[in-house]
Nanobody, 127 residues
Framework: QVQLVESGGGLVQPGGSLTLSCAAS????????VGWFRQAPGKEREAVSC????????TYADSVKGRIAISRDNTKNMVFMRMNSLKPEDTAVYYC????????????????????WGQGTQVTVSS
């Protein structure tokens, strides 16, 4: 059974940094693409980062490029997203996901489709 659990969100001032963590189970993150997307109130969900399975190629949305880095720890079966130079418009619930799972997948970016995701973690950027 595919399961993803996000953590690491919080309140941060503009210009600050956060690292989000995603603990995956039921599949190996070094074989399947995992990505992050966000959902802000009143806005469309937006895929922001993706790390592909076997080759680990990373892809970023233009809105976060240069400020965000996705990585993974294969031994812990976890995926991380380091977020720097945070802006108020980055405020959202952040989810990690993969295409595996019962839901109809939707396309994110890179090699990432999202069919399973966790409960999300809130990131609030405010002074």
């Amino acid at each position: 059974q595919v399961q993803l659990v996000e953590s690491g969100g919080g309140l941060v001032q503009p210009g600050g940094s956060l690292t989000l963590s995603c603990a995956a189970s039921g599949f190996p993150v070094d074989l399947y693409a995992v990505g992050w997307f966000r959902q802000a109130p009143g806005k469309e969900r937006e895929a922001v980062s993706c790390i592909s399975g076997a080759d680990g190629i990373t892809t970023y949305a233009d809105s976060v490029k240069g400020r965000i880095a996705i990585s993974r720890d294969n031994t812990k079966n976890m995926v991380f997203m380091r977020m720097n130079s945070l802006k108020p418009e980055d405020t959202a619930v952040y989810y990690c996901g993969t295409h595996l799972g019962p839901r109809t997948s939707w396309y994110g970016l890179g090699t990432c489709w999202f069919g399973s995701w966790g409960q999300g973690t809130q990131v609030t950027v405010s002074s």
